[in-house]
């Protein structure tokens, strides 16, 4: 067994980090970050989670909860995000949904090396998005055993003009001026919903994960637009698949405390609808009430639910029974 230099991590107590050069890219050097548990003894299962836009890993409290129950949660701070940020970096700058691949599979080969079990690949949001296409293309050369996507970023939660007219014409845009910035975003009540200092109970990095992110280029408006295009193409995958999103969306002009009991990123509409286009044999689509956008920085007791349900289909995949084909959709 090879052996990988991890670190103690300086933003998790009893956990630790793996940073992973990458080939330079159009800003000049790239890193990602591998972040696992501290323990001498290892699950040979893993979940490997890759994060979204804006964000980064801080669920210490899911990596707890997997290694209770014998998973070994790895999970990925890709380039200019979180602990992969370097002072020439724009934060989320991208030009392709395949930088990100590069990251993912550099994680996987790393996994491979130390553990000999399953592996789920799970992803939040953007990384939702991202991890769907990175396992329809390379679901035939890596040992991905299921793919779990939580309230996966399906489509810019926008009005309908802006949607069907303005997204594609920065995006076309996009090929020739990337660095072009443009208005857009999210809710800015979502971080204070959360942060522990303000209403919500989570504590992370605001310089991170800030309230309002800075404003991404017509490059990366051009790269998301062009990857959720292709996922409404079809995705074709080989694996159990389990889609878990909240019940509602909201959105409001001044705080309420509606916000934290709701998807304040994304249309929940969309994910409804565009998940129908990722195929699978055994599929699963959950819908959970009471939720926010990570599912997993819910109340504790929605928390506590999805992570049964995550479980429950976990231990399907590693007793090797397929979970039953669901047509519709799953509800507590």
């Not at 380039?79 to 990251?103: A, F």
């Amino acid at each position: 067994m090879k052996h990988f230099p991890f670190e103690k991590d300086s933003e998790l107590d009893g956990f630790e980090k793996l940073t992973i050069h990458q080939p330079d890219d159009f800003e000049g050097s790239v890193v990602c970050t591998l972040i696992r548990k501290t323990a001498e003894n290892r699950p040979k299962d893993v979940m490997l989670h890759v994060h979204g836009f804006n964000d980064y890993f801080f669920h210490d409290h899911l990596a707890k909860l997997c290694f209770e129950n014998q998973i070994d949660l790895y999970a990925l701070d890709l380039r200019k995000s979180g602990r992969s940020i370097r002072p020439h970096h724009k934060m989320n700058n991208l030009r392709n949904i395949q930088e990100y691949y590069d990251d993912i599979t550099a994680a996987l080969n790393i996994i491979g090396e130390l553990h000999d079990g399953k592996i789920i690949l799970s992803g939040h949001s953007m990384g939702g998005l991202i991890t769907a296409l990175f396992t329809a293309k390379y679901q035939k050369d890596k040992p991905i055993s299921g793919l779990f996507l939580n309230s996966p970023f399906l489509e810019q939660n926008k009005d309908i003009l802006t949607r069907k007219l303005l997204i594609p014409l920065v995006a076309s845009l996009g090929k020739h001026k990337p660095n072009l910035l443009v208005p857009g975003g999210f809710s800015k009540f979502y971080g204070p919903s959360l942060h522990r200092n303000f209403y919500g109970r989570w504590q992370y990095n605001l310089q991170w994960k800030p309230h309002v992110a800075d404003l991404v280029n017509a490059g990366w408006v051009r790269a998301i637009y062009k990857a959720q295009q292709a996922l409404r193409a079809g995705l074709y995958l080989q694996m159990p698949v389990l889609v878990a999103y909240p019940e509602k969306s909201y959105a409001g002009f001044f705080w309420n405390a509606k916000f934290m009991q709701a998807d304040a990123v994304v249309n929940v509409k969309h994910i409804e609808k565009y998940q129908q286009h990722i195929f699978s044999p055994a599929k699963q689509t959950v819908v959970i009430p009471n939720a926010v956008h990570d599912l997993f920085l819910s109340s504790p007791e929605v928390v506590e639910k999805t992570f049964t349900i995550l479980l429950r289909w976990v231990q399907r995949i590693q007793s090797e029974n397929q979970p039953e084909k669901h047509s519709g959709h799953d509800e507590f």
